[in-house]
């Protein structure tokens, strides 16, 4: 049976993916045949696997640093939100149904935890080490009872926990402190200790802390990483997506033509795999940015209308803010616009929704001459092809099936003049199909942009994972961590009663 960690965080966002990454990536650099795992997911940027399962984005990028091939046991409940209130259940790769957060927290989630922790033994009889994600806060008393991510599954197969907090954010002692205090004798047994995440300045003037919380809680802290700036690594999300805060921005000055391209990305409601971007982002002399506001598209040579867990909903939102209305000048005006699954549906001329948001016939942008009608079943797919006289490769993830009733033949879906519209999430990731369609881009934009003949955005990608790898290796207690992971939680760890000390 291999080994295993679980890394657990004081809150959401405060680093979990990233340091999983990092340590899937300098364990295999070591030799070491690893795999990552995070028994639930709560996101809308998903992946799809070789054999057809949908997983968490943040999983397969940590296959990816892990260099092995993502699956669904990696992953095997994701939860899509589609309101406030509810979610698309996806278990080993398949949706099963929607659930209200009281429905799946009342009895649901506890009966998935005998597949979660299968799905684990298998991993670790299969690779030397499982490093697993927690989800959220162990903190989180209230859902305590239920939980298959955290303690849960910490205390069923004996994990070793190492906390992560952002001290970016402020507060990171009081908070390594109180989770721990929060919780059971039992599951505190489990908490070996603490990682300091997203560190500026000098590290000697953090270490009188350090000192003092291994005096409090009697844990050692196995890593102060510093702050990394430009990681762009996938994301995980919740319910929304900050505008402001998910913007990425590449190098603003191109190589080979004199201009640059402006990319406006519709920051539109449940938004799903805004990865897709990510390749644009990565090309110098291309700006990406996310908009909410019709003013913002005047100056963007590119609009992009992403995928999403609500294409009604969206479509709503596009023509209640005036986004609607000026990607209609947009394409009279033969100026590019494209959409993306969810985005490219909505571009159509009619929707008919039983399934998704239930709102029956729904008129579209009539931007292109598409009709989209939602089946109760899921498309999962992992389509190759070709487009521009390039190579292409994509995935797919949607209930909407559409048929193109005319246009130019675009990967799945068609063109219109400068408007163009696919399922194929992940095609931007494929260099010389990019280039093709931003030089398309440029000429229609008018703009004397020349893509730069070299950018492969899996070298980039790869470098980035390498940069994780680098973040443990020489700024994380290395040889502490892999006796954890070998070796399982310490013996003695003390108890801190809530309130102490």
Sequence with gaps: MGGGLLIAGTTSDAGKSVVTAGICRWLVRQGVKVAPFK?????????????????????????????VEPTALMNPVLLKPGSDRSSQVVLMGRPVGELSARGYHGGRQQALLGTVLECLEELRSTYDAVICEGAGSPAEINLRRTDIVNMGIARAARLPVVVVGDIDRGGVFASFFGTTALLSPEDQALVAGYVVNKFRGDVTLLEPGIEMLRGLTGRHTYGILPYAHGLGIDEEDGLRVSMRGAVRESVVTPPVGEDVLRVAVCAVPLMSNFTDVDALAAEPGVVVRFVDRPEELLDADLVVVPGTRGTVRALEWLRERGLAAELARRAAAGRPVLGICGGFQLLGEHIEDDVESKAGSVAGLRLLPVRVRFAADKTLARPVGEALGEHVEGY??????????????????????????????????????????????????????????????????????????????EHADTEALLRLIEQGPPAGLPFIPPGAP
Excluded at 419 to 426: D, L
Excluded at 442 to 461: I, K, N
Aim: glycine share 14%; net charge negative.
């Design 396 to 473: 797919e993830i949607h209930h909407g099936v559409a048929e193109v009733l005319g246009g130019e033949a675009f990967l799945d879906g068609c063109r219109v003049g400068a408007v163009w519209g696919t399922h194929w999430h992940g095609s931007l990731e494929s260099d010389g199909f990019r280039r093709r369609f931003l030089e398309e881009v440029a000429r229609d934009a008018g703009r004397r942009f020349v893509p730069a003949p070299d950018t492969s955005f899996g070298a980039l990608r790869e470098e980035q994972l390498d940069r994780l790898g680098d973040l443990i290796e």
């Design 39 to 67: 028994g639930q997911n709560m996101s809308l940027n998903s992946f799809v696997t070789r054999e057809g399962a949908e997983i968490g984005r943040a999983q397969a990028m940590q296959a990816q640093a892990a260099r």
